[in-house]
């Protein structure tokens, strides 16, 4: 369900023109599913469901704090995979995504975190 401006979409544009990735497309909220898994003391593997058609790639941000957040990557449309890696050794780290085309994006994932090896 896109909420905008008191107007609520599903599915089907009420009128406007808009498509998926219209001003509101930030506010689309499909399951990610996010899922984050450590292979060893300086990598972790991000997997995610890819719902949309038509997005131009997703942004990847990381954070050891869940407060501070940084973009490490952006992906290709339908990606759905991503490795982390050159991470320091017994940390715990928190991801999120977000599906993105042009300057839109939709709201982001839940939060996945894995601790790297000692």
């Known amino acids: 369900m896109i909420v905008e401006d008191s107007v609520i979409k599903v599915g089907i544009p009420l009128g406007f023109p ?6 509101s497309y930030r506010h ?7 899922v984050a898994v450590k292979v ?8 995610w ?10 942004k990847i941000e990381r954070s050891t704090n ?3 957040w940084a ?6 449309a339908d990606a759905v995979s991503y490795s982390s890696i050159g991470l320091t050794a ?3 780290y928190y991801y999120r995504i977000r599906a993105f085309k042009g ?11 894995a601790t790297t090896d000692a």
């Not at 689309?28 to 996010?34: A, C, E, G, S």
């Not at 300057?103 to 839940?110: I, R």
């Open 49 to 58: 469901d890819d719902n949309y058609t038509d997005e131009t790639g997703f």
């Open 103 to 113: 300057g839109t994006h939709t709201a982001y994932s839940n939060i996945a975190n």
């Open 90 to 92: 017994a940390t715990k």
């Open 66 to 68: 869940q407060s501070t």
């Open 18 to 23: 808009h498509g998926i990735f219209s001003r």
């Open 28 to 34: 689309l909220q499909l399951n990610f599913n996010l």
């Open 71 to 76: 973009l490490i990557n952006t992906t290709n």
């Open 40 to 47: 060893d003391d300086e990598q972790i593997d991000l997997t």
